[in-house]
């Protein structure tokens, strides 16, 4: 019987009595080197003009570092797992080093995936549960310091040009006037409030 994987990080799981005297390299090669990657591991991801589509083994990194001058926003999508029913999941840190004024967006290869879009200059915290991509936490995006160290002002882009849902245990503020591109919706489910100042 041949070995099985794991759905999130492709593992190597070799079945009991199997792999005789190689069980030593099968757990070398395909488990303990994709542990050490998903604990520390960087891929090195240069964006220009085209969307990406991560392979597996770039997914099994912590850390995705992206470079390159982009010239248009751009989608970052994770691939299918193992099983090739969902997409990988688990965290990563996203270190968005691209110059350009555009948007990349982090998203899986399932179908009608919701993703982020990582902030130029900024690490930022994601995660995948096999659908769709979220921050991994609930920090607020684009606050600058003062003079000192006091965080006195909240910075927020002037147009939306990615779909997105308000959560509905959340409300959300934003500084501006603001325009929505053509073709891109912000839902807003009751209770939650949107507010434009």
């Known amino acids: 019987m041949s070995s099985t994987f ?11 009595g199997t792999e005789v005297g190689t069980w030593g390299s099968v757990l070398n090669a395909s488990t ?7 604990l520390g591991g960087i891929s090195n991801i240069s964006l220009t003009s085209s969307n990406y ?6 997914s099994q990194n912590l850390i995705i570092n992206l470079t390159g001058t982009i010239s248009a926003d751009l989608y970052v999508t994770f691939p299918a797992n193992y ?3 969902a997409a990988v999941a688990g965290s990563w840190i996203v270190v968005n080093n691209t110059l350009g004024a555009f948007n ?17 200059s900024s690490a930022s915290l994601i995660y995948s549960d096999g659908t769709n991509v979220a921050f991994a936490d609930n920090r607020v995006i684009g606050t600058a310091a003062g003079g000192g160290s006091n965080q006195v002002f909240y910075l927020n882009d002037q147009s939306i040009t990615y779909d997105y849902t308000i959560p509905t245990s959340k409300n959300a503020m934003t500084g501006g006037p603001i325009s929505i591109a053509g073709g891109v919706t912000v839902t807003i489910n009751p209770p939650t409030v949107w507010t434009i100042v």
């Open 6 to 16: 794991t759905l999130n990080k492709y593992l190597d799981k070799p079945v009991p």
């Open 32 to 38: 303990f080197n994709i542990l050490d990657n998903a």
């Open 53 to 58: 589509n991560l392979s597996v083994a770039q």
């Open 83 to 85: 099983s090739a029913t």
């Open 104 to 120: 990349v967006t982090f998203k899986t290869i399932a179908t009608g995936s919701t993703g982020v879009a990582c902030p130029q």
